[in-house]
C-alpha cells in the first residue's frame, strides 16, 4: 500500500493521470490504515486537480488535510496543504495565494520538512541551485574532516619514534 501511493504521487506528479489511477485502483480503503488512507486521499486529490476536476480535489485534499490532523498528525497535514497549495497554483485558482499562506503557517514548526521545498519553489526561489550548493558544501566539509584526521608517525627522529601527529588545518 505504500510502494502503491508512492507509485502514485510520483507518476500523478509527473502527469501521468492514469498511470497514477491505475496504482490508486490497487488499494482497498477498508485494508489501509488511517495513515494510509489520507495519503490516498491526498493523492487522489492530486489527480483530480491533473485531470481538471478542481472541486474534487479540493475535497479530496480537505480530506486528507482533516484526516492527519484528527490523527495528531500536524506534519503530515501541513505537508497535505503545501501539495494542495501546489496544486491550486498550478489550476490557477483565485484562493491559491491563500492556501499558499495557510500551508506556510502550517509548515512554520517543521523547518526540516521536505514540503518546505514545495513552498518555496511556489514563492519563485531557485530550490534547485540551494540544494545543489548546500550539496557542494556538505561534500567539501567531508572533504576537510578527511584531511583534519590523517595521521602519521615520525619514526627516524630521535627520541620521537612512535609518536603520532594529526594534521590540523
Known sequence: A??????????????DVEGAVKALNKLNPQKLNDRLRNVMAANIG?????????????????RAIEGFMKMHAPAESASARAYLAREAAMAGLPEAGKLLVEAEDALRPFKTAEAQLIIRRLRGEDVDAQLANARQAQEQAKKLARLRAITWTTPGLPGKEGVVGRLLL
Request: net charge positive; hydrophobic share 50%; proline share 0%.
Open 2 to 15: 505504500v510502494l502503491l501511493n508512492c507509485l502514485a504521487f510520483a507518476l500523478g506528479s509527473m502527469g
Open 46 to 62: 492530486l489527480c483530480a486537480f491533473r485531470s481538471g476536476k478542481v472541486q474534487e480535489g479540493l475535497a479530496a485534499y480537505r
